[in-house]
């Protein structure tokens, strides 16, 4: 990975217009962040990218991912009004005190399988995340994890409590997002046993009133009560074009993450060029860097690659 002092040697003086004179300032990663990040590049974090590294130490952490240039968050390990196991305002305390925003924030109501009989559990857990997410100005609440579908009844019945979390969200000043996967990208049909993945599930076989669950989930949510964060890796893991998706449906994509295979721009299986292009044509104002699992190296050196990387891109503003 490419460290700091190397990053500026790259991007040279010229790019920086002359204004940082000294070597011992040039060798100074934390004013480099911190010129970078006032030239106007603002990028978020999902939490999660940093497992259980960041809970060494919570306050330095935070200190830390500020000074790598992030400055907006999205936390992950909500339960009973704590972030794991913190309360949420002794967390957004260390966020304010590192610079940092929190913006969203992820969690999962308690079941999977939706129906009747689970519905009212769901909701008191909606009306709770809402009521504490409130409290501490976080913008967005969203559902990072897919409900059970297995045919496009299920979708509907899913689509019918992500509009109730929508509309308990809003009656709390906040906005329900979903966040995918790659299974959502599969089909479903009416009466289904099982979603349908990949080449399979355009086979000739595919019965009428087949749907992407995606596109379901789209179609039949309340566009005044449930964005989308479309996680442009997983897209293409679910073997569809994130930059499709952006074009057909600006209005309902309006949080991204930011994620590659590992450290951004490693793999060289996505295009960011275009999905920036495409996310600044469509007004979209947060995103968040996501790692997951990385094969060398520290979680937090992970997110520190992504940083530069996002820091480097003449396309990222
Ligand atoms: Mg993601």
């Excluded at 790259?10 to 990663?29: C, E, P, Q, R, T």
């Excluded at 704590?82 to 260390?94: A, D, L, S, V």
């Excluded at 969203?142 to 308990?168: D, H, K, L, Y």
């Excluded at 499709?244 to 449906?249: A, D, H, L, T, V």
């Amino acid at each position: 990975m490419q460290n700091r002092r190397s990053f500026i040697k790259n991007v040279s003086l010229f790019s920086l217009g002359g204004i940082l004179m000294g070597k011992s300032d040039l060798a100074n990663a934390s004013i480099m962040s911190k010129f970078l990040t006032s030239a106007g590049k603002k990028f978020g974090l999902q939490i999660y990218s940093l497992g259980k590294e960041l809970y060494e130490n919570l306050p330095e952490g935070l200190q830390r991912i500020s000074r790598m240039g992030y400055s907006t968050l999205e936390l992950a390990g909500y339960r009973d009004g704590k972030i794991n196991n913190i309360e949420m305002g002794e967390f957004r305390k260390m966020t304010d005190d590192a610079g940092l925003k929190i913006i969203s924030s992820h969690m999962n109501p308690p079941v999977r399988e939706y129906n009747s009989s689970n519905k009212g559990a769901i909701v008191d857990f909606w009306k709770k995340a809402a009521d504490d997410h409130a409290k501490i100005g976080v913008r967005y609440i969203v559902q990072p994890g897919q409900p059970v579908t297995r045919s496009t009844e299920e979708v509907s019945i899913v689509c019918e409590v992500f509009n109730e979390a929508g509309r308990i969200a809003k009656a709390n000043g906040l906005i329900f997002g979903y966040h995918n996967h790659d299974m959502e990208f599969s089909r479903v049909v009416p009466g289904g046993k099982e979603m349908v993945f990949g080449r399979r599930a355009f086979g000739r076989d595919m019965p009428k009133g087949t749907e992407v669950i995606y596109d379901g989930f789209l179609r039949q949510t309340d566009p005044d009560l449930v964005i989308f964060e479309l996680d442009v890796y997983w897209t293409v893991i679910g073997q569809n074009d994130p930059l499709e998706y952006m074009k057909k449906y600006p209005e309902r994509i309006r949080l991204l993450h930011i994620k590659d295979k590992e450290v951004l721009g490693q793999s060289g299986m996505m295009n960011f060029e275009q999905i920036f292009v495409q996310a600044y044509k469509n007004g979209i104002e947060d995103y968040f860097v996501e790692l997951e699992g990385i094969s060398s190296g520290t979680q937090f050196e992970g997110v520190k690659g992504c940083a530069d990387y996002l820091l480097k891109a003449p396309f990222v503003k």
